[in-house]
């Protein structure tokens, strides 16, 4: 299994620009979280999915938006880039019985905005 | 709402002593989980050990061990043995039971290990 996957490592954007951070697992997982970590602090929710077709707000959403069209993937959408957002974005997976829903996480997106 | 505390910004400890960071935190839910993250410099979240709130004893995952004390609501990482690659920085957090079950995270321990 490759666990969870995110493209790109690295991004710069400029100042209103938008990308997509793609994220993918293949563990079958049904929750799918994304969290974005600024320097020298925890992490914070951004949005979360606990299945296809169904996602909702964390604690920082504004300026993001997410889709789940399947259980592998849950895009990150950044629409209108600001420095605010300079960030690393992290991916996270889990399963939703209790017991085992330990989240894996991928390797994280580097995001500088300009 | 839940909330994590990490009062250590950093911590030192010499090679194959032990090192235990801490970590409180609140919520008003009666059951939850508690985990522990390892992130070194190259930035990947890697899982360490895990506690649920209804669990007797500690939970210990090789080196790893977490002091728990419910009622006193902290949830110590207690490393054995420290070793060089030990070195990065370390997160608490807390799951919610219900609804999103996400993570709520501390604002880390950075630790380094000395030869």
């Known amino acids: 299994n490759a666990g969870v996957t995110q493209t790109p490592k690295f991004r710069i954007l400029k100042i209103g620009q938008s990308m997509t951070l793609q994220c993918t697992q293949d563990m079958n997982h049904n929750y799918m979280y994304w969290y974005r970590q600024d320097p020298g602090m925890g992490l914070k929710l951004i949005y979360y999915s606990v299945g296809a077709g169904i996602t909702d707000k964390g604690e920082v959403p504004n300026g993001y938006n997410v889709s789940r069209s399947t259980t592998e993937d849950f895009p990150l959408r950044l629409e209108l880039a600001a420095p605010s957002q300079t960030s690393v974005y992290f991916c996270?997976?889990?399963?939703?019985?209790?017991?085992?829903?330990?989240?894996?996480f991928g390797p994280g997106t580097r995001l500088t905005v300009l | 709402a839940q909330k994590i505390t990490q009062t250590q910004p950093g911590m030192f400890v010499q090679e194959k002593e032990a090192v235990t960071l801490d970590c409180t935190y609140d919520t008003s839910d009666q059951s939850y989980g508690l985990f522990w993250y390892k992130q070194p410099s190259s930035g990947e979240m890697i899982f360490l050990i895990y506690?649920?709130?209804?669990?007797?004893q500690n939970a210990t995952e090789g080196r790893y061990s977490l002091n728990f004390q419910k009622a006193r609501k902290s949830a110590n990482l207690v490393i054995s043995a420290s070793q060089l690659g030990d070195s990065a920085m370390y997160f608490c957090a807390m799951r919610e039971i219900t609804g999103r079950r996400a993570l709520t995270f501390g604002s880390g321990t950075r630790l380094q290990v000395q030869p």
């Open positions: 996270a997976s889990s399963y939703s019985e209790i017991g085992r829903d330990t989240q894996y």
């Open positions: 506690q649920g709130s209804y669990d007797e």
